[in-house]
C-alpha cells in the first residue's frame, strides 16, 4: 500500500510536469527531482504543487518505495516502516489535500 500510495502521488507529478513543460532529463535522479519540483512555484507558469512538510514525508515515502522495489533479498524492516506510516500521519496527512486544492484551484482559474 505504501508503494501504491507513492506512485500515485508520482503520477499526478508526472502529469503535471507534462502539461507545464518542465520535464525532468537526470535519468538517473528523475525521482527525486520530480518530487523537488513540485515544491517550486514558477513565476507565470504555476505555484508550487506541495509544501515542505509534504515534500517531507513524501520523499521518506520515495525512498521506502526504492528500497520495496529494489532491495528483493532485504527483509523489510518493521520498525522503519512504523517510522515512515507515523511521519505519513503527522506531516502529509494534514498537508496534502490542502496542497492539492489548492493547486486544482490554479487550474480552475487558469481554465477560466
Not at 515544491?39 to 508550487?48: A, C, H, M, N, Q
Not at 528483493?72 to 486544492?101: A, C, F, I, Q
Request: with cysteine.
Amino acid at each position: 500500500m505504501l508503494h501504491n500510495l507513492y506512485s500515485a502521488f508520482e503520477n499526478v507529478f508526472k502529469n503535471i510536469t507534462t502539461v507545464f513543460g518542465n520535464q525532468i532529463a537526470e535519468p538517473e535522479t528523475w525521482h527525486a527531482s520530480l518530487l523537488k519540483r513540485m515544491t517550486l512555484d514558477i513565476e507565470g507558469v504555476r505555484p508550487k504543487v506541495i509544501d515542505e512538510e509534504c515534500f517531507d514525508a513524501l520523499d521518506e515515502l520515495r525512498r521506502f518505495r526504492h528500497i520495496f522495489r529494489h532491495a528483493y533479498t532485504l527483509e523489510l524492516d518493521w520498525e522503519r516502516m512504523t517510522l515512515v506510516l507515523k511521519k505519513l500521519d503527522e506531516k502529509l496527512r494534514p498537508h496534502h489535500l490542502k496542497d492539492l486544492n489548492a493547486f486544482l484551484t490554479f487550474l480552475e482559474e487558469l481554465s477560466d
